[in-house]
């Protein structure tokens, strides 16, 4: 069989002692950079790329990928301790990963992570190490209709990360829209929305507008009233998940695994959308979703898992094709080039070493990552005990230096502490940010696709909605449309709003 | 008439966010349906968001009124003079002064610092950041900029 | 907001004072401290390769660190930006492109530099050949056939480029008016996005970069027509569009290095001499060429005049076009 042939190849290859030396080097580097709020995985990734440098090949691009999943799994953990999503997939798991840390739950959240993430992991190698090439095929036959249909699923169903009312959920993600469209058009060069400044000509930054609305604007929402309001979190009285959080992640992760694989793969970005997806399906399918927003372990588990399989199968289009699907995958082609390497659908066959051994070091840096994390859960909720009012200026300093280092961009800054208070005004009239989030994410990629798709259909709008031509977007359309009538329909909505009155 | 002010507040909100963008939208052109320009999409979207924040308005309407709560004046004053500062002078005065400046600004936003506290505070993380940022991961920033540096 | 001008003022008096305290350095110093090289696109593209390339070999001969400063914004004006408004030590570089160094002063209105009065040409990294690829589901196999077929269907073929303003779209633009063919321009945010819609047969046509399409090319995802430069590639043998009919055609993309106007000769000399020994070694040589691109390296004077033609030539191209991007 090739295939175990392969597999062979690959284990032998990322079992070097050398080459498990620079994975376990790599996830640490990760998790350690990973962990500063504001930097996300491609600021750490660019940061640390140097290093490995002066490293052959192969182990240069298994260090690499381990730097890459080491960020992700920091940033989610800055996003459940304190807030501060690194980048767009870890704002969901602050959404629940946050309330169970002040409820004194943050080992629990980040156990949930880590073993959510290891599980998806696992499965997303062996989806890469069995179907890779199929796999890329399959993801070709999506063009713009089809991104643009399953961007529009996507935000109908991000109505889901708000507990509260589904008007306002609605506006927040129509207002986030608005924002990603700040910048340069694409399609004509036209500057919109920039107010005449050159450093808006490039968009706000994410990381910044994240760091506002999640970070700043919870630091003020807890000076409100400081002494009489106490911001301080609960004890904790365990790391551990109880046999009751077990029962209730099991489901999360395999459903999150499963859907982020499958969207990962495609080359247009669509990992973006596997934390979002996997929360609403958590929420929807919950028998608890009013605790949802308030602290619910499947909020974390789910999207976590999602998140680390998107980002493992965003590979398949980079290995096999040379296509980056993430400016992180970007990178990963840039470090292959200056290593010497073409990437593109040559590399299976010219270095077979090198594409199998970063197959299977890809287990191995999974888990890397949760022997590593596990311990690490104990100090990061000691860290929580530091009073509040010694750990915000920390955390204000540390947001400072990590956005700023992403762009060297002054306007940045400014964009953080307007966005707080926007942030904090909004979360005043009871408007969550999580679908703000999601949209200033998503609100490029639908323009992007709608424009495009029209440009070649001129003009019809037929090309989402014909099936014989285009059965992908049709499908996905009429589920996005059946998923808008479930929102809006009037009981449900009211059973949603008077959940959330009654807890309130 | 009773009106939940928190919900007029917030649909208001999103009408004038709405007609700023919308008024911002018109300077570009709309184009068709196969070529969209550039002003086709936010056109939309403001629309769209004035409608939303009018229904939000109209339902806050015959519903009990929910407190706003206090501002936090204090973190605001500090906090955002803090941040541009650093935006606007990092690149001048380097690293070290300007995180000890903002995390000294940040710290009396609590009424709980004590100001040798607050000091000691903002020296360690210049001191942790530069080792970490400058010196860990090779950040392009002076740890002294120019600006202070009379030598 | 007069808080800020007014404390903008004050920040203004000491910066103007610095460069008079900085004590001057002699050229056996340099480098005594760190380099940057500012690239002015995102990590991952071309320009950001190099730069990384000859950053590392940098490093390796200097013993000083070499930053790679990713400034992305407005098509590369705020990289160049950066290094306009830099110190001339020779400490900060721009790896330019055709963009910023050439064409945005035609595209943008508000251009924040002068690409010539703002900046010393240190040397020309590498030229990057352009080639015409089709999806192999079109019944295209050369160039003619594709004037033929585009014009034999008017407004159905479209052409995919990296984005408004591009490389590849200045190139195909050109093609269009030196042949008279029809194609629609789809832009996208990247070379790297435009390709997967290209290997899916959504958008058919590209005049793309040799070095991201050529693996497409061997193994037939991808059928190449014919390169844009004067010179056939060493990367795939096809003909070059003046061969194969297109008289007067030739389009390239280019990177090169630029230091702060006003930084002294001898340092620019210094930099140049390195990079181009960088650039002419056997094993980056035959790698870069491989890639389908030229390393060049020539001196700051042949790359003055390289940009000044680079600047007539698009300059002559653009404004009968018509096009403008703010």
Known sequence: MELLSNLALGIATAGAPENIFYCFLGVLLGTLVGVLPGLGPTATTAMLLPITFVLPPTPALIMLSGIYYGAQYGGSTTAILINLPGESSSAVTSIDGYQMARQGRAGQALAAAAIGSFFAGTFATFVIALAAPPLTEIALQFGPPEYFSLVVLGLVCSVALAHGSVMKALAMIVLGLMLGLVGTDIYTGAPRFTLDRLELADGINFVAVAAGVFGIAEIFRNMENENTRDAVIAKVTSLWPSREDWRRMVAPILRGTFLGSALGILPGGGAILASFAAYTVEKKVSKYPEEFGKGAIEGVAGPESANNAGAQTSFIPMLTLGIPSNPVMALMIGAMIIQGIVPGPNVARDQPELFWGIIASMWLGNLMLVILNLPLIGIWVRLLQVPYHTLFPAIIAFASIGVYSVNSNAFDLYAVALFGVVGWLLLKLDCEPAPLLLGFVLGPLLEEHLRRAMIISRGDPMIFINFSERPISAVLLTLAAIALVIVLLPSVAKKREEVFVEED | MTANRKDLICGLVFVVIGLLFAVGSTDLDMGTATRMGPGYFPMVLAGLLILLGLIIAGKSFGQPDAAIGGIPWRAMLLIIPALCFFGFAVRGIGLVPGIFIVALAASFASSKMTPLLAVLLSAGLSIFCSLVFVKGLGLPIQLIGPWVRFW | ?326
């Open chain 3, 1 to 326: 907001m007069s808080f800020f001008s007014l404390a903008r003022l004050g920040f203004a008096g000491l910066l103007a004072m610095a460069p008079a305290l900085a004590h001057a350095e002699s050229v056996e110093q340099f480098p005594s401290g760190p380099l940057t090289i500012v690239v002015p696109f995102a990590p991952g593209g071309s320009n950001d390769t190099l730069a990384r390339l000859v950053g590392r070999d940098l490093e390796k001969k200097w013993r000083q660190p070499v930053v790679i400063d990713n400034r992305t914004g407005a098509g590369g004006n705020l990289g160049g930006l950066a290094v306009a408004r830099s110190e001339p030590d020779g400490y900060n570089l721009v790896m330019a492109s055709i963009g910023t160094h050439a064409v945005n002063p035609f595209l943008y209105k508000n251009m924040p530099y002068d690409a010539v009065k703002d900046f010393e040409p240190v040397t020309l990294v590498a030229k990057v050949d352009l080639v015409v690829v089709v999806h192999p589901s079109l019944p295209i196999k050369s160039v003619q056939e594709l004037i033929d077929y585009s014009k034999k269907n008017p407004g159905k073929l479209n052409y995919a480029s990296g984005g408004n303003g591009s490389s590849q779209h200045l190139a195909t633009e050109l093609f269009k008016h030196l042949t008279g063919a029809d194609m629609t321009h789809v832009p996208y945010k990247g070379s790297g996005n435009a390709i997967a819609d290209l290997l899916g047969g959504q958008v058919p046509v590209m005049i793309a970069d040799m070095p991201i399409v050529a693996p497409h090319i061997k193994e037939g995802k991808l059928r190449a027509l014919a390169v844009g430069s004067a010179q056939r590639s060493a990367a795939i043998d096809v003909p070059t569009l003046q061969e194969a009919g297109v008289k007067g055609y030739e389009a390239y993309a280019w990177y090169g290095l630029f230091a702060r106007g006003g930084t002294p000769r001898p340092i620019v000399d210094k930099l140049q001499t390195e990079i181009a020994a960088i650039l002419h070694d056997p094993r980056n040589q035959t790698f870069l060429r491989d890639l389908g691109a030229v390393p060049s390296g020539n001196t700051p004077d042949e790359f003055a005049a390289f940009q000044k033609s680079e600047i007539d030539k698009w300059g002559e191209i653009v404004k009968p076009l018509g096009m403008t991007l703010d």
